[in-house]
């Protein structure tokens, strides 16, 4: 067999085999039993986690809250909240864009990256004021 000739005599062969399956119903029930086996493990649903999302308290915003309040008040109200709250609050208020906070576990660190972005954000501007 040459390298020229080898595609054409493996198409020849693949078409020759294409037909006989056609034709040999014992051969096709033969030759299909590895796929039976590929589609029913591919068919069942894959199992996903039941992870359920922490959302951000109804009502809650840090925004409203420092402004009525100020630092202070927001540390109080924030200090009621686990970190996966308090990350969630993150998230949603669009606090830091790094989301340099994500690997983050003391509740205390995260409220204090809440307030100077809440503090931040509410002085903007205010510079030639």
């Known amino acids: 067999m040459s390298k020229d000739n080898m595609g054409k005599q493996m198409a020849d062969f693949l078409r020759l085999l294409a037909n006989e399956i056609e034709n040999n119903q014992a051969m096709a029930k033969r030759l299909s039993a590895p796929?039976?086996?590929?589609?029913?493990?591919?068919?069942?649903?894959?199992?996903?986690?039941?992870k359920e999302k922490v959302r951000v308290p109804e009502g809650f915003d840090p925004f409203k809250v420092y402004y009525d309040k100020g630092a202070i008040g927001l540390h109080s109200e924030l200090i009621e909240f686990d970190a996966q709250t308090l990350k969630a609050i993150l998230t949603y208020f669009s606090l830091d864009p790094s989301r340099s906070?994500?690997?983050?576990?003391?509740?205390?660190?995260?409220?204090?990256?809440?307030?100077?972005?809440?503090?931040?954000?509410?002085?903007?501007?205010?510079?030639?004021?």
């Open 35 to 50: 796929f039976e086996e590929m589609i029913q493990v591919s068919s069942k649903p894959a199992v996903k986690s039941k």
């Open 101 to 129: 906070y994500t690997r983050w576990r003391k509740q205390e660190r995260l409220i204090s990256l809440i307030i100077e972005k809440v503090k931040s954000s509410s002085n903007k501007g205010q510079a030639f004021s």
